[in-house]
Each structure stands twice: as C-alpha cells, then as structure tokens.
C-alpha cells in the first residue's frame, strides 16, 4: 500500500471540505515531522484564507497531451486544513483520523515524544472514520 492507493480511497470515501495532507502509518505511530514544515505552512495558509497557488508550467519538452494543465493557479478561500493519517493494515479496516492543523501543531509541541499513536490521533482528532478496504 502506498500514499497513491491511500489518496484513491481518500476520494472515494472522504465527505468533507478542506485542504488534507495524507499519510499513510503502519506501524504503532508515525513522527511528527512526517508532515513538512511548507506542508504545515500550507495548510495554515489554507485555514487563513490566503492560499495562492500556481501550478507549474509543462516541461518544454512534455507534448501537448502529456501534461496539460487545468488552469494557471488556484486561490482558496478559508477552508479547514487538516491532517489524515490513516492507519493501514493488509485485509483490515483503515482507522483514518482528520486532524486539524492547528491542533496536530499544539499535540506536537506538548508532547513528550516525537510521534502520536493511534489513539492519540483519535483523542484529537476533528473527526474519525473507519473504511473498509478497498475503494468500493
């Protein structure tokens, strides 16, 4: 299982309005500094309504129909920035905790070790979910 198969069922099963950074955990926790700092820095700038974004432009030697942009960029307005970390276990259920940026920053700082586990995510968690594998 890797963060592109994780990113699939995400579409298919998540109901929420956001900006989401995935991580896939599979083991008893996972480091707080699997998220990136631009990747915390985006997502408070997702939840403070100034996120702009240009997508990049196509390598000059990519052809017309191998990388065609959607558009130029994309601003977002205040949306909630969360992080997903989904807790994966071959022919199980996932547990996926959407934990909001700001209080995945503040768990982080108060802690006395350097990753969460799975019931700590729960415990500080906006919202959990348990899916079925699979993306039915």
């Given at each position: 299982?890797?963060?592109?198969?994780?990113q699939?069922?995400?579409?298919?099963?998540?109901?929420?309005?956001?900006?989401?950074?995935?991580?896939i955990?599979?083991?008893?926790?996972?480091p707080?500094?699997?998220?990136?700092?631009?990747?915390?820095?985006?997502?408070?700038?997702?939840?403070?309504?100034?996120?702009?974004?240009?997508?990049?432009?196509?390598?000059?030697?990519?052809?017309?129909y191998?990388?065609?942009?959607?558009?130029?960029?994309?601003k977002?307005?205040?949306?909630?920035?969360?992080?997903?970390?989904g807790?994966?276990?071959?022919?199980?259920?996932?547990?996926?905790?959407?934990?909001?940026?700001?209080?995945?920053?503040?768990?982080?700082?108060?802690?006395?070790?350097?990753?969460?586990?799975?019931?700590?995510?729960?415990s500080?968690?906006?919202n959990y979910q348990?899916w079925?594998?699979?993306?039915?």
């Amino acid at each position: 299982m890797k963060e592109k198969d994780f990113q699939i069922l995400f579409k298919n099963k998540n109901k929420l309005d956001g900006a989401f950074e995935l991580k896939i955990v599979k083991k008893k926790s996972i480091p707080f500094s699997a998220v990136a700092e631009h990747q915390v820095n985006s997502l408070l700038a997702v939840e403070s309504g100034e996120f702009f974004y240009k997508i990049p432009d196509p390598h000059k030697s990519a052809t017309m129909y191998s990388s065609k942009r959607p558009f130029d960029c994309i601003k977002l307005p205040a949306l909630d920035g969360f992080v997903v970390l989904g807790w994966y276990a071959p022919r199980k259920f996932w547990d996926v905790c959407y934990i909001k940026i700001t209080n995945f920053i503040n768990y982080s700082k108060v802690s006395t070790k350097k990753s969460i586990t799975l019931d700590e995510a729960k415990s500080i968690s906006w919202n959990y979910q348990l899916w079925k594998t699979g993306v039915n």
